[in-house]
């Protein structure tokens, strides 16, 4: 069975998240749905990560093993037309190695999270953005962040539910800067704990509004106590931006 690599974008507003659910639409799903209206069977979609309900993709990937070769370009035509109208879409279909894993063949993966720090709401971008009215110090920010980067024990900012057998990660990047009206902070490592982006965008908002400093961050990392740091910033704010292999 041929396999195939697909990169996918999803506003994820109107989703129980990327897993397939009995307990409300997912992205799996509505992708798993559209497949046999072309292909003829059904398939199961293997993904390099997990998102959350209300969490958005640009640059999701799935892999998926269909009974018959493929024009990668019709794979994903075909997909977009049968999608139609959920706001998902498949942006590249391409042939993949037998032994390609979505998710365990990653080497990176790369997580936007976004703030709008303006005092009026942002109507464009409602659902899109983690409205914030007041203005953040997006410097104080980003040099509290670089005390996150590297091999730590991230216990502090890992959700409860976290299924990961070991806290500890590497973080390779977390990057915050100011882009007009918006604070964009860029985190990429191989892999994340469950919501350790959001707590650490949530503490991060805490160092921009001069309640913590980076001291307190480093403290809050020291603690392995998820109560001493920051809280869950909301899912709409967070995009996963990309995957490496």
Known sequence: ???????????????????????????????????????????ELVAAGRTDAGVHALGQVAHVDLERAWDPLKIRDALNWHLQPARVA???AEVAPPDFHARFS???????????????????????????????????????AQVLVGHHDFTSFRASECQ??????????????????????????????????????????????????????????AARDRSAAGPTAPPEGLYLVSVGY
């Open 106 to 144: 990653a080497l990176k993966r790369g997580y936007l999270y976004r703030l709008c720090d303006r005092r009026a709401r942002p109507v464009l971008d409602s659902g899109r953005v983690w409205h914030v009215p007041h203005r953040l110090a997006a410097d104080a920010m980003h040099a509290a």
């Open 164 to 221: 990961a057998k070991s806290p500890e990660k590497t973080l390779d990047r977390l990057d915050v800067r100011r882009a007009g009206d918006e604070i964009e902070i860029r985190a990429e490592a191989r892999s994340f704990l469950h919501h350790q982006v959001r707590n650490m965008a949530g503490t991060l908002k805490l160092v921009g509004e001069g309640k913590w400093s980076p001291r307190d961050v480093a403290d809050a990392l």
């Open 90 to 92: 498949c942006v590249s």
């Open 1 to 43: 069975m041929p396999r195939y690599k697909l990169t996918i974008e999803y506003d994820g507003g109107g989703f129980v998240g990327w897993q397939r659910q009995t307990s409300g639409p997912s992205v799996q799903a509505a992708l798993e749905a559209a497949f046999p209206k072309f292909c003829g069977h059904p398939v």
